[in-house]
T-cell receptor, first 112, second 118 residues
Framework: EDQVTQSPEALRLQEGESSSLNCSYTVSGLRGLFWYRQDPGKGPEFLFTLYSAGEEKEKERLKATLTKKESFLHITAPKPEDSATYLCAVQGGSGGYNKLIFGAGTRLAVHP | GAVVSQHPSRVICKSGTSVKIECRSLDFQATTMFWYRQFPKKSLMLMATSNEGSKATYEQGVEKDKFLINHASLTLSTLTVTSAHPEDSSFYIC?????FGEGDSPLHFGNGTRLTVT
């Protein structure tokens, strides 16, 4: 059964304090791993797609990396506006093209 | 970019009544839409896959007679929570995939519907 585990569950950072969020996964035939940002009371907002081990993608203060067992979302010098829940999801070979399995998310709070 | 519109954003209803939630893909055709449910501080739980012109596929443990899904066109899917009870109170989110699987994200999400059953 495809499974996604994110850690930590919650993370509190000071503005400018860099850190990383972890997403561990088990999936039969990974088609893609996805990172989303979710603000309270909103739907997930797409950040990155990673397809193969060794791949990296960057967007502003965020960088996502992928290995065969996990993905990291690195946040460099975060700002208060980066506060949100970050969701990781995988698309496996057993599901349909658009079927994603989500982790529980990491709630990030960045304080000035 | 692709946009998915979900309506209403919030709804409060009395126990025993039914509530309909709409999900529209505004600028692309979606042969498949997905309905998720999210509890506070929890992940998105897939409820069902909505297929245009055919019956929805429900995940294990989801009551298909309680959560009626209709996908009448390539741009509209509806979720009706029938005979709602307080335990149905939750955040419901729809998503739609591009019909041709293009783009970097396989799914585009609506902004969710907060359902409160009193």
């Amino acid at each position: 059964e495809d499974q996604v585990t994110q850690s930590p569950e919650a993370l509190r950072l000071q503005e400018g304090e860099s850190s990383s969020l972890n997403c561990s996964y088990t999936v039969s035939g990974l088609r893609g791993l996805f990172w989303y940002r979710q603000d309270p009371g909103k739907g997930p907002e797409f950040l990155f797609t990673l397809y193969s081990a060794g791949e990296e993608k960057e967007k502003e203060r965020l960088k996502a990396t992928l290995t065969k067992k996990e993905s990291f979302l690195h946040i460099t010098a975060p700002k208060p506006e980066d506060s949100a829940t970050y969701l990781c999801a995988v698309q496996g070979g057993s599901g349909g093209y658009n079927k994603l399995i989500f982790g529980a998310g990491t709630r990030l709070a960045v304080h000035p | 970019g692709a946009v998915v519109s979900q309506h209403p954003s919030r709804v409060i209803c009395k126990s025993g009544t039914s509530v309909k939630i709409e999900c529209r893909s505004l600028d692309f055709q979606a042969t498949t839409m997905f309905w998720y449910r999210q509890f506070p501080k929890k992940s998105l739980m897939l409820m069902a896959t909505s297929n245009e012109g055919s019956k929805a596929t429900y995940e294990q443990g989801v009551e298909k007679d309680k959560f009626l899904i209709n996908h009448a066109s390539l741009t509209l899917s509806t979720l009706t929570v029938t005979s709602a009870h307080p335990e149905d109170s939750s955040f419901y989110i729809c998503s739609a995939g591009n019909a041709f699987g293009e783009g970097d994200s396989p799914l585009h999400f609506g902004n969710g519907t907060r359902l409160t059953v009193t």
